[in-house]
């Protein structure tokens, strides 16, 4: 077994065997800037977007990415689009209305609100752009050139022979100073959910488009961070996007692999960083190595279905009306999108339509990564703590996609456990209507396709709880996604102990108090 077994392992007993360093204090005053900085360097405008189809209209799917759709949907994922200071229960309220401190609304969620994940578009030919390297500015929105020229083929040897070829790609990188400083050793764990987060944002909002979000995990991740200039132990490369760009040339045979990337290949721009103080923390650096990409490990497609979700367990189903339509699409519900914060309110129950969309959603959420089959078993279970849902005994039930059911699992009303179990002061979760947790066999992903498998682990998980923040706001519910509670416990609780469900997420759905004291002002 790899050193991602044992920080696995360390992430699920964290509520009882503190990480190390155990004592660490995050310096506020000096934390990293919220994006990577590149001083000097040309950022250029991107266009608005089109509006999003309308299919009653005869609106048809686009043709492949073009410079307005991919503008629109890094703006509606990373860009900054509004401000917000509504009064919540969240530390961080005294500190917002200043505006060094202010917080920004973006479509896709982060742990924290760090927003740590670096998008670089490597345009080759046949796009709009100078052939070049380019790094997204999610608070311009804008791009900064950071190279000159097409390395679309270095990209493409660094994915392998196997890999997707395209002329266009998105690169995800993660700069784990802009998270550690506050989650040190917790990071990798927090950040690679951040990704499977964006990911997934990016999926939904090409659908109505037509368009298909592929994302590659495994590739030469070295390779690809001396492409874009950065320390590999510093930085890491968790993900590689191909772009299907309307009218765009075939890409070709696959290029001659050489055994190290050109010399003249690569960024020579360096991130500005603010933080005078820049700490390292050795378990961060152990699981970051441990879990780094080489195409040449690249899992067969269907290599998890070792790792596929159990059968449901419970009692026998207990039937879940057809899950309500949204009223609203998806690029409104991003913009809607945010955290709840201690706002819900258990004298609203929910609908059972609505609690029925949030699941058939979440159960249909995947990472979509090659590792995995189109139509293969899915690697995530659901379980739902149910208090306030109309026509649905309180207690805890699994829920069964195929049945479209829920299954009684502990009868009666799970709020004092949940709250017990909570570390923060920031949600009182039995006023929460449901509290759905994401289950995944870490211990199963990792013996079927090895330590780069926990950074497929974060990005489904990470991606279930994007579905579930945007289905909540398309069904105008309110929302909140939590990784400070006791995880051994709900292992406990559920009846999990002596299997390889790991339950990494709690969700918490409700509708919020009316008529909250608030200030939001949009921007974009």
Known sequence: MGYAHDYADAIMHRGRVPMEPADFVPDWADRPRKAKFYPGAETLPLPLCPPEPDPASGDGPAGGFTLPLLSGMLQDSYGLTGRRLG???????????????????????????????????????????????????????????????????????????????????????????????????????AVSMDVGALLQTWRLWARPHGLRIAPALWFDEERLAGLLGVAPEEEGIFAVVPLEWAGAPDPGPAPVRSPAPSPSAGVRRRDAERSRTVLAFETLRRVHQATLGRAADRPAAGALDAAAAFAVRGADPVALPAPASAPVGVRQALRARRSSFGRFDATRPVAAEQLAAVLADCAATAPGSEAERPDGPR???????????????????????????????????????????????????EQAAAVIVPTVRTTAVLDAVGDRGYRLVGAA???????????????????????????????????LAGTDEAPLLIMMLGHERQRPADFRHEIA
């Open 87 to 189: 009064v919540q229960a969240n530390t961080d309220l005294a500190a917002l209305p200043h505006y060094t401190q202010a917080n920004w609304s973006r479509g896709t969620a982060s742990g924290g609100g760090l927003y740590p994940v670096g998008v670089h578009w490597a345009a080759g030919a046949g796009g709009p752009l100078t052939p070049g390297l380019y790094h997204y500015a999610p608070h311009q929105h804008g791009l900064r050139r950071l190279l000159a020229g097409d390395v679309t083929g270095e990209i493409r040897r660094a994915l392998g022979p196997d890999g997707p070829a395209a002329t266009q790609y998105l690169v995800l990188g993660v700069k784990y100073w802009q998270n550690a400083f506050k989650y040190n050793s917790f990071s990798f764990h």
């Open 379 to 429: 690697l995530t279970s659901l379980y739902a703590f149910v208090s306030h849902v109309e026509g649905v005994a309180a207690g805890t039930y699994a829920y069964d996609p195929a049945a479209h059911a829920l299954r009684l699992v502990v009868p009666g009303p799970p709020g004092p456990f949940l709250q017990r179990n909570y570390f923060l002061s920031n949600y009182n979760l």
């Open 461 to 495: 998980v990470g991606a279930v709880a994007q579905t579930f923040y945007t289905t909540a706001a398309a069904h105008g519910l309110g929302a909140g996604v939590a990784l400070g509670f006791d995880n051994i416990s709900y292992v406990e609780e559920l009846g």
